[in-house]
């Protein structure tokens, strides 16, 4: 089992900057990806960010050249760094993976509880 824990939220003025941390426990026998969804009231969750094995990276359009995702080295932590915000990036932030417990699971979903980003004057 996995359990993803995500912290950072907060409230913030437009053009400020949040850090988001997701810290993973749990046996991840292989990670296919590391990723930040949010979502909205009333608004499908979206991807944000996305981060793969391989180093790879993805953004959505809205937020590319403004956030950044990263793993730390020493730790199963994921970071989001989020500069220039806007509020319309007024959300619920969630951690999640696409991870297998073992050689025989097939990869699966996991999630955080998520954290709170209010960005406002």
């Known amino acids: 089992q996995v359990q993803l824990v995500e912290s950072g939220g907060g409230l913030v003025q437009p053009g400020g900057s949040l850090r988001l941390s997701c810290a993973a426990s749990?046996?991840?026998?292989?990670?296919?990806?590391m990723n930040w969804y949010r979502q909205a009231p009333g608004k499908q969750r979206e991807l944000v960010a996305g981060i793969g094995r391989n180093g790879n990276t993805n953004y959505a359009d809205s937020v590319k050249g403004r956030f950044t995702i990263s793993r730390a080295n020493a730790e199963n932590t994921m970071y989001l760094q989020m500069n220039s915000l806007k509020p319309e990036d007024t959300a619920v932030y969630y951690c999640?993976?696409?991870?297998?417990?073992?050689?025989?699971?097939?990869?699966?979903?996991?999630w955080g509880l998520g954290t709170q980003v209010t960005v406002s004057s």
């Open positions: 749990g046996t991840i026998f292989r990670m296919y990806s």
């Open positions: 999640n993976t696409v991870s297998s417990g073992s050689a025989w699971d097939s990869p699966r979903n996991y």
